[in-house]
């Protein structure tokens, strides 16, 4: 089996596992239905619409409106 020659250093090991647990950022898109930021592929949090029908019943925003 294979055998590492050189130890790594302290910097180079906690640059290996600095690539472990990142905290990628969600994919944001636009609802085509009202234009709030969603995540794709799933029903839009805002309005219920997902493939461009209703599919969630959701109450009429009062935050949104001023
Ligand atoms: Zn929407």
């Known amino acids: 089996?294979?055998?590492p020659k050189r130890r790594k250093s302290?910097?180079?090991r906690n640059?290996?596992?600095m690539q472990h647990?990142?905290?990628a950022a969600p994919t944001?898109?636009?609802c085509p239905n009202c234009g709030e930021p969603v995540?794709?592929?799933r029903v839009c949090g805002s309005c219920g619409h997902y493939k461009?029908?209703?599919v969630k019943v959701t109450k009429p925003d009062t935050t949104a409106t001023e």
């Open 15 to 17: 640059m290996r596992r």
């Open 39 to 41: 995540v794709p592929h």
């Open 10 to 12: 302290r910097s180079k």
């Open 28 to 30: 944001i898109v636009p």
């Open 52 to 54: 461009g029908r209703a």
């Open 21 to 23: 647990d990142k905290v």
């Open 1 to 3: 089996m294979a055998v």
